[in-house]
């Protein structure tokens, strides 16, 4: 019995040592390739060599892009690069030799009957070296970067203004840009940002820059868009205007500084724009093309009645405001050497009394609207003695008055003086108005109404209103 129990206790530990051995064995075997049962993205390990599990896992590593942020005017952008473009290549040395260092020794043991799935990203990437560069210098960012001037500028254009760039901030150091990628490669990083990475700095400011910097600080103050708003009765013109326009430029386009340091203004354009924006209300001595009652559109000049604004007087206003004399007006109405009845380009209206000498008709506009008409009488033309043609006012109203003149002496109740000794008043002397009286038997140039239209009239037409008289 104890010769039996010698033998199995035999039996017993020479498998123990025969297991020994074989662990011994296989640790050493396995020290330098990967253990039993290890997948790693799926490629089967065990017993490679790191060599050959690299070779693998690059090979099924196709990188599709990578991706630079930089900087443009300040914003964050980024550019997407094919990598194929410098032939990347993914490299997983450095992360498999850490999992060989950590799973070395006996620890094998538990994965013969659990399988380990392990997923790896690569360490790092290598990349054709010639082809890197060539990418690299030949970006948009970077050929911007070699273009762009150094240092403090200020340019004009007719469209934009002024435009002011420091040049000395967020200036790319290229070589430190491009050592920057390759590190970020080789340290497996496929999205780069070169402001990250310190790649962005400043120059040092020259003396020419600050000269620069002081020109934008006053000139900054002219270059938004300025509102010169002039209260024209029913309008209001608001003509945007950048202030910089007004200024004295030199040949480089920019504002020259008198030896005070302010900027110089320049008077003749100041004088062009407001003749161009106030001129063209102006309707003394012009002809408007006005429309008739009856359909159609004639030319009638402008006689006594008009406006006229004082051009030089708003210049001065305009150089002061922008001298910084006075501060612009909230609403400006401009100053008038004549202002009709109404303010705005219809200086019209749409109150005013309109005479159809061809048809021998008065029409009373009041808002728009026909207010009142009647037939006439105008001045006898055979005699010539015709009522004169063109746009004129109500001077002055009368009652109970007597109109004399040669060959005449005619008392009225009502009188409307329109120009010269012509007006418009009642002909009690009259008993037909109308048709074609005026070409034998006119008046001497006055305007006859019928006595029970006079006093509509007289009420519905104030002093001042226009009144077109027109064949």
């Not at 020290?31 to 039993?36: E, I, L």
């Not at 993205?41 to 930089?70: D, F, M, P, R």
């Not at 620069?212 to 708003?229: A, G, M, P, R, T």
């Not at 006075?326 to 202002?339: D, T, W």
Request: hydrophobic content about 35%.
């Amino acid at each position: 019995m104890k010769k039996r129990l010698r033998i199995f206790v035999g039996l017993i530990a020479g498998c123990l040592v025969f297991a020994g051995i074989m662990c011994v064995i296989l640790d050493f075997y396995y020290r330098d390739s990967f253990p039993v049962n290890t997948w790693i993205n799926g490629v089967y390990c065990t017993g490679k060599t790191l060599e050959e599990i690299n070779s693998q896992l690059a090979e099924q590593t196709t990188e599709s892009q990578i991706v630079i942020s930089y900087l443009m005017d300040g914003e964050v952008t980024e550019v997407v690069i094919p990598g194929e473009v410098f032939s990347v290549k993914a490299d997983y040395s450095s992360v498999l030799q850490k999992y060989l260092h950590k799973e070395t020794g006996v620890k094998w043991v538990k994965q013969i009957t659990n399988a380990v799935d392990i997923k790896m990203k690569p360490s790092s990437y290598q990349w054709d070296e010639e082809q890197l560069r060539s990418c690299f210098d030949n970006l948009d960012f970077v050929q911007l970067e070699l273009t762009q001037p150094k240092h403090n500028s200020l340019t004009y254009n007719q469209e934009n203004g002024y435009v002011f760039q420091n040049g000395n901030l967020k200036r790319l150091n290229l070589e430190k840009a491009y050592s920057y990628i390759e590190n970020s490669l080789s340290m497996g990083r496929l999205y780069i940002n070169l402001e990250i990475g310190g790649c962005y700095e400043e120059l040092e400011e020259t003396a020419s820059d600050q000269k620069l910097q002081n020109v934008w600080e006053k000139i900054e103050k002219y270059s938004n868009e300025y509102d010169f708003c002039f209260d024209m009765g029913a309008e209001q013109i608001s003509p945007g205007v950048r202030l910089h326009d007004f200024l004295v430029k030199g040949q480089d386009g920019l504002p020259i500084l008198d030896e005070d340091d302010k900027f110089i203004i320049d008077e003749e354009t100041v004088c062009l724009w407001v003749e161009n924006v106030l001129g063209r209300y102006n309707t003394v001595d012009t002809v408007c093309q006005f429309q008739t009652t009856r359909g159609d559109v004639v030319e009638v000049p402008y006689v006594t009645y008009g406006t006229k604004i004082d051009i030089e007087r708003e210049k001065a206003y305009v150089m002061d405001v922008l001298s910084g004399t006075i501060s612009a007006e909230e609403k400006r109405i401009p100053v008038y050497l004549q202002e009709g009845y109404t303010r705005g380009a219809n200086d019209i209206g749409d109150t005013y009394v309109e005479v159809d000498m061809t048809k021998q008709h008065l029409y009373c506009y009041v808002d728009g609207k026909i207010a009142f008409e009647t037939d006439i009488v105008t001045g006898d033309v055979s005699k010539k003695r015709e009522t004169p043609e063109g746009i004129n006012y109500i001077h002055n109203k009368a009652r109970n008055i007597t109109l004399s003149g040669p060959g005449y002496n005619s008392f009225v109740r009502y009188w409307m003086k329109v120009y010269r000794g012509v007006g418009i008043h009642d002909a009690s002397w009259r008993k037909k108005f109308g048709e074609e009286i005026y070409k034998t038997n006119g008046s001497h140039g006055c305007i006859n109404c019928p006595s029970d239209a006079m006093p509509v009239i007289y009420d519905l037409i104030e002093e001042g209103t226009p009144v077109i008289t027109f064949y």
